[in-house]
């Protein structure tokens, strides 16, 4: 566990000695902060297209943030050939696959704390209101989800070799599941036979990340989730994050590093 | 030391020289009969397709009215066809029919089971008060207002746009003013507009209790009003809008006790409602009136 | 003595879509013994397998077939590496981290307490000379300092074998001096080091026996002064004789 947890510090350490992060939350901020000066109607009551302006925002850097930096890290250990020293230690490689994940599970945690912790003044700015365990309910969403697609892209960058090709896939797989995974069988029953089967299988089989997307909810201040739903899908994301974390160190473990 | 300060004056020499030369070259641009800098920022960088756009944005505002329970293209849409925040501002011919609640219609699956458990689930409008149910937030209905502004300012020749975010500002939100703005704009952009006129009036009716002036608006548009050849819909759109025009001409008449002009209007109402029965039963409730009170 | 690096019959064949001929065969029945309290010169032409010997004792590449052990432990676990100290040919490490915080994260995947990590760290730092820098990120140390820096980083753990490749490459005179010095140092301590060079000068003055390999085979393996007498006065003369290079004085 220690072993894990010192290569997850590394990778934290990585993501805020970079700047890319810094960049993507100013962003955020201004641009969210211009569209709240625009006055509509003289009415500086409206909000929720602000808070769904600012959610999207917050969406898309983590997923950036979450995707740009994983892909990143087995490749750049290969290239810097820091993986050498790094194997040499008592390091299992799987220890080694944990520990990148922590690192960039964690990493996106803290900055979906800030990026929350933004959204939560902007729409309190407006609202005077603050419903904590709805932002905590969405928050934890979207970090499990991002789990998810930590999980995968490090699977990813160990089967693709190039690291932006590996991104530019999981960006489309995931927006594609994020827009469309709801409705993948209804398409199915429109197809033809073989390919129809195909759809269904990949509607079966894929994580239906937009079971995480609650951003509805928090924008139209709809009633939390049950709590005992809100349970069984963070369950559901962990069983995905360990599919793929297994079946990334069973690929990683019959690489050679040199 | 000199180095990078003179690198520095140089840079700034070259800004002045860029600005310098923007100036005569902006004008020319506009000057120039190709150019699309002559309309505003969306017909610069979209183009055509800005309609499309628009339409989308329309039905973000009634996704909106409906705090995100809405149907997608691959849910059932029959009940929601035409928007229901331009549906209950009653200038607008509807085209609904069906269930409201259940267009996602029974899960599929275990998968579509869950993930109902992560989405809105309730029909409720904003002007009701919206998903938490509190009544007294029906000024909660100005969400939907920028995303209508948006779509205006996209495609100003869309009047449902101007009727439904001058209905809300004034019923909801109490400022006849900026919805008397938004109409008048709506007429600027679409000159003659019955749809516009018949809202116009009626502001001036409920919120000025001006009676007269609204009279002469909605004169104005029965007189713009033309009849059109196209889809059934079309029609009914368009004679819906002469169908409540004559009403309302045909109430005032009443009002004022003109009896036989109101018989009058509201038999050219019928003509073309495609519910005649309300208004024929008017029609009879006035002759009855009429026959007891007979005009001296 | 007892062999604590033990390599049977080693063969590592390239399969890889870059080699166009199919495959390539870096080691060929490699058998190697390397004996606790010895320093081992590791020699060989440039893309002999030497660096390919000692990614198979890592365990970073699997060989094709035989075996490898480390303290008598197949090098497949990961607990053979515990007492073991590697330096990498081309030693690059996380350029965003100082050299401090990087011994320290090395540190503790060798499990040490804070206490014997700081102690280490401050006496590493100081062996190789890289006290004024320690708090500078990687990024701007030159490539001695890089090397050295991969020195110190091999010895965190206080190892019993070391596993140098190349460890001379890259530094100036007085560097490589001062790597011979902790080398034999080391083996004054009791230590084992097995490391590879191209140096033949520096590996006659510290090494107890030394491993010629080429084109995957090895050729010779035993003290300097047995590989040397036979032939010639010369380790050069005897070393470029090995590997089959006729050199103008001998013909
Ligand atoms: N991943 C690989 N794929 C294909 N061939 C490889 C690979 N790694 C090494 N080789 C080949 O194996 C042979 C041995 O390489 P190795 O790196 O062990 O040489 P070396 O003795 O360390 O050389 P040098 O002194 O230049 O460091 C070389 O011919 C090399 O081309
Ligand atoms: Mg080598």
Redesign the interface.
Known sequence: M??I??VA??VI??LY??KDFYVLFIVTMLICLIMASVR????D?????LKELCLLLVWVSSLVIAITTTARQIPAERE???L?????????RTQLLLGKFLGCWLACGIALVCFYLFFGALAASREHQWPLLNYFQAAS?HWFMLGIVIAMVLLGSLVFAAPSSNSTICFVVVGGILLLG??L???ALTLPEPVRSVFLII??SIP?L?????R??I?????L??WG?YG??LIYGIGYMVVFLTGASLVFRRQ??? | MSGPRIQIWFLILLLVVCFALACPLQSRFVAWPGSRANGDVFAITLGESRKLFANEFFVKADSYYHSGFYPTIFDDNRAFKTAHMAEDTGAVNSQNHGEEESFMGPPRNWIDAFGRHFMPDRHTHLDEGGASGDLSGSEGVREILPWLKLSADLDPQNVQNYIVTAYWLRQRMHQPKTAQEVLLEGLHENPGSCDILFELGRLYAESDHDTNRAVNVWMAGLHNWRPVKGTEDEVAANNFIYEKLATQMGAEQADVGNWQAAIQWFEKAKAVSKTPDGLQQMIELLQQHHSIKPKP | MAAILKAENLRVEFRSREAAQGTKVALRGLNLEVNAGEVFGYLGPNGAGKTTTMNVLLGFVQPTSGAASLFGIDVRQPIARQRIGYLPELTYYYKFLSAEELLRFYSTLFGLSRLEADRRIDELLKLVELEHARKRPIRTYSKGMQQRAGLAQALINNPDLLVLDEPTSGLDPLGRMKVRQIIQRLKGEGKTVFFSSHELGEVETVCDRVGIIHQGELKVVGPISEIRQPRHANLEQAFLEIIGFETQSAS
């Open positions: 220690k072993t947890l010192a510090g590394v350490k990585e000695r970079r509509i109607f003289n009415d009551k409206i909000i929720r297209y810097n050939r820091t050498l020293p790094l194997l040499a230690k008592p390091v299992t969403l709801r409705h069988d209804s398409v509607y079966y239906h937009e079971f995480f997307d609650v509805d909810l924008i139209h201040d709809w009633p989730i049950h739903y069984l899908a050679s590093v040199n």
